[in-house]
């Protein structure tokens, strides 16, 4: 990893079913995002926020698929192209892409810039499997699908916007896995997308899932997009969610994967890219979710006690 984190914004929430989650870049930097990077040892540079449509202004149903229901499909796609674009050009520039979500959509956007010009494999940290597709998804929300958009599955087969070329079923590891739709949990049985459930933490210990699932996502690949939703940890530990389920991973073990990320990422020089998603200050008390999330991004971009 770069030494100079660039700092991106994508303040979305067209693709979750509860607003606020465009509010979470904001609350992220309010509780001390700069402060926590530089104490990892990074320099860090905020580019600033992209700019979003406002749900209240367009219409939901406007270009959707082919077939199935995908809420603001139109919107997503132009913001993810921009993201792309803002990801791809931080790289090429010799600095790191750290994003702020947002609702969990924008990581299209995340690896497609990530997987413009190199090989990659993805890291998921989340309860839920992403791996919806407009036909599968009982919401129509585009943040339960970024995943098949990313692997082209389904309907998003031929859809230039979304799909990350460079970017193998194989080369994917979801860690934490806890809570899937009955079409999604058939989609993974026919995918060669590795999934850690929380029987496998338990069983197994979160150190040991992670660097599996490190191993997973490096194989063959330039680089690592890790994508981390905060309803990943237990809603104890994060409130500030829209979809939160009960027993995921604690703050102790949060901090424990992100750090083998770092140190896997010392070792080998494998992070491409990392992503923040999924914080809702609406939600939230007192900005604690917010300021887990800072305290995690500097974990795995390299923060230690000694």
């Given at each position: 990893?770069?030494?100079?984190?660039?700092?991106?914004?994508?303040?979305?929430?067209?693709?979750?079913?509860?607003?606020?989650?465009?509010?979470?870049?904001?609350?992220?930097?309010?509780?001390?995002?700069?402060?926590?990077?530089?104490?990892?040892?990074?320099e860090?540079?905020?580019?600033?926020?992209?700019?979003?449509?406002?749900?209240?202004?367009?219409?939901?149903?406007?270009?959707?698929?082919?077939?199935?229901?995908a809420?603001?499909?139109?919107?997503?796609?132009?913001?993810?192209?921009?993201?792309?674009?803002?990801?791809?050009?931080?790289?090429d520039?010799?600095?790191?892409?750290?994003?702020?979500?947002?609702?969990h959509?924008?990581?299209?956007?995340?690896?497609?810039?990530?997987?413009?010009?190199?090989?990659?494999?993805?890291?998921?940290?989340?309860?839920?499997?992403?791996?919806?597709?407009p036909?599968?998804?009982?919401?129509?929300?585009?943040?339960?699908?970024?995943?098949?958009?990313?692997?082209?599955?389904?309907?998003?087969?031929?859809?230039?916007?979304?799909?990350v070329?460079?970017?193998a079923?194989?080369?994917?590891?979801?860690?934490?896995?806890?809570?899937?739709?009955?079409?999604?949990?058939?989609?993974?049985?026919?995918?060669?997308?590795?999934?850690?459930t929380?029987?496998?933490?338990?069983?197994?210990?979160?150190?040991?899932?992670?660097?599996?699932?490190l191993?997973?996502?490096?194989?063959?690949?330039?680089?690592?997009?890790?994508?981390?939703?905060?309803d990943?940890l237990?809603?104890?530990?994060?409130?500030?969610?829209?979809?939160?389920?009960?027993?995921?991973?604690?703050?102790?073990?949060?901090?424990?994967?992100?750090?083998?990320?770092?140190?896997?990422d010392?070792d080998?020089?494998?992070?491409?890219?990392?992503?923040v998603?999924e914080?809702?200050?609406?939600?939230?008390?007192s900005?604690?979710?917010?300021e887990l999330?800072?305290?995690?991004?500097?974990?795995?971009?390299?923060?230690?006690i000694?």
């Amino acid at each position: 990893m770069d030494e100079h984190v660039q700092i991106i914004g994508a303040p979305m929430d067209l693709g979750a079913n509860r607003r606020g989650v465009d509010m979470g870049p904001s609350a992220i930097r309010y509780a001390g995002l700069a402060r926590e990077l530089e104490n990892a040892g990074v320099e860090p540079t905020d580019a600033g926020d992209l700019l979003v449509p406002r749900a209240e202004e367009r219409d939901p149903d406007t270009d959707q698929p082919s077939e199935g229901n995908a809420k603001f499909l139109r919107e997503t796609a132009d913001v993810c192209s921009r993201l792309a674009d803002e990801v791809a050009d931080t790289i090429d520039a010799g600095a790191f892409p750290l994003v702020l979500g947002g609702d969990h959509s924008i990581a299209i956007g995340t690896m497609r810039g990530a997987g413009r010009d190199a090989d990659i494999g993805a890291i998921w940290f989340d309860a839920h499997g992403d791996l919806n597709t407009p036909v599968t998804s009982p919401s129509g929300n585009v943040h339960g699908m970024p995943l098949a958009a990313a692997l082209g599955i389904g309907d998003f087969a031929d859809t230039e916007w979304a799909n990350v070329p460079s970017l193998a079923e194989e080369n994917v590891a979801i860690v934490g896995l806890r809570s899937l739709d009955d079409t999604e949990r058939e989609a993974f049985l026919d995918s060669d997308v590795t999934a850690y459930t929380m029987s496998d933490i338990d069983d197994r210990g979160i150190r040991a899932v992670t660097e599996d699932a490190l191993d997973v996502a490096s194989d063959g690949t330039d680089g690592v997009h890790v994508s981390l939703d905060l309803d990943w940890l237990d809603p104890k530990e994060a409130p500030g969610v829209g979809t939160p389920v009960r027993g995921g991973v604690s703050y102790r073990e949060a901090h424990s994967a992100l750090e083998t990320v770092a140190e896997r990422d010392e070792d080998e020089g494998i992070l491409r890219s990392l992503e923040v998603v999924e914080v809702n200050p609406i939600l939230d008390e007192s900005n604690e979710t917010a300021e887990l999330a800072t305290e995690l991004a500097a974990s795995g971009l390299g923060k230690r006690i000694l």
